[in-house]
């Protein structure tokens, strides 16, 4: 092959890739959802929201926290929440205490056994403008969830629009 | 009856009942527990320590929260609590929760329902000497729990010494 004929070889190459690219972005709308890929600083300080357990697969319990501005908003029964929003999941595998069991003299306590992950939303209406203002994190010993993983948070959520997508109630 | 008669009877009966009064404080070692019959200020802006849930006839999803000498003993380790510490145990009725069932689209959701009771241990190691330096409270619609109830804790704690009477541990 001649040098020009692989010099405009490339140059169809770059360009098919570049057409590619451009054609996924039209399809977000020029929008691609952003995702939260550092962990909030502190957030093991925050205030209680709420509590959860959940069988089946996930196996889990949780405590919901939130920061300052997430407390406020629930206090207020405000929605949608401010942006400055951050509301953190920790959860846990649903782990038989034999401890305690011992001490109730029968099987019936459950604690926290590991951490499995933490996710976080974090409301900024800008910045997360593709996912309905909020930005969904998920990790797992310290690492972020995959692209992939990440996809599925946005349109569970969005089924619950009448609460801005938060699914978990303030515990009095 | 003769007056004089009816005055050495009722004399006669207020020293039995101070002997059996005496009798009473006698067998505490003059030393009756002491319970927590006031709410803590400001314990649901607490922080968390665990989550835990109860099987059985308890029913509970609960959340523990600790006052910040608690949380500071419980980071380093420390055993028996310092004086000032205060533990709340927050507990609610472990509740399906439809709504989100519906999104998960299978039965596995569990949420606090109605608050059904909140417990505190207190460490005050002179107040509360006769429990192990521990008061322990138990309110139920903000009223405190009667005397038999009251008496139980702190046998049943008292398995965990090793733990100075606390049986919740720290979830990361």
Redesign the interface.
């Known amino acids: 092959m001649k040098p020009t004929f692989l010099l405009i070889a490339v140059a169809a190459l770059a360009g098919i890739v570049s057409v590619t690219v451009t054609a996924s972005r039209a399809a977000d709308g020029g929008n691609a959802p952003v995702f939260v890929t550092q962990i909030p600083d502190g957030y093991?300080?925050?205030?209680?929201i709420?509590?959860?357990?959940?069988?089946?697969n996930?196996n889990s319990?949780?405590?919901v926290?939130g920061n300052d501005v997430a407390i406020k908003a629930y206090r207020e029964g405000k929605v949608p929440f401010p942006d400055g929003t951050v509301i953190a999941a920790?959860h846990?595998s649903?782990t038989a205490s034999e401890?305690?069991n011992k001490?109730f003299g029968?099987?019936?306590?459950?604690?926290?056994g590991n951490?499995t992950n933490i996710q976080f939303m974090i409301k900024d209406s800008k910045k997360y403008s593709a996912t309905g203002g909020w930005g969904f994190g998920h990790f797992k010993d310290g690492k972020p969830g995959d692209d992939a993983l990440m996809r599925t948070c946005f349109p569970?959520h969005n089924?619950?629009k009448a609460r801005d997508l938060v699914?978990?109630?303030f515990?009095?």
Chains 1, 2 share one sequence.
Do not use: I, K, M
């Open positions: 093991r300080d925050w205030r209680l709420s509590v959860a357990h959940e069988e089946g996930l319990l949780a405590a926290l920790l846990y649903h401890e305690n001490v029968r099987a019936q306590s459950f604690v926290p951490a569970c089924q619950g699914f978990t109630r515990a009095p």
